[in-house]
């Protein structure tokens, strides 16, 4: 026995032995009224920027790496300043610092032996 399970734009789905299409609801008739799917679809960035993105606000998801960041605000720190404030084992502040470094939000420089991180002009626009 075949059932015909409906989505929110009243179309019969795949599968459920018939492919016919009924009136549209509203929801689809407000997007004809903006341009369309393909209209909509413009709207979602390409693949590389979501995936941009996506690193971005995992690095801001966790308050560790958010305390580095206002760490950092003022001016560049050695890791080992950052590390002492933190108080964390030296492994999972180099993981929290990569996360950042990946999500684009800080910068580390060589000075001597130690590398110094500081907020780059993307990691200051989210600390506005």
Known sequence: MTSSKRSCCNVLQPG???MAVTKPDVGLEAIENLGGMDVLSRKIPDK????????RYHALSDPLRL???YLLQDQPLCVCVINRFMQIADSKLSYHLAVLKEGGLIEG???GNWIYY???DTGREYML
């Open 16 to 18: 459920s032995g018939n």
């Open 48 to 55: 590389e920027k979501l995936v941009e993105k996506s690193r």
């Open 109 to 111: 420089e060589y000075r």
């Open 118 to 120: 500081s907020l780059t």
């Open 67 to 69: 305390k580095i960041l």
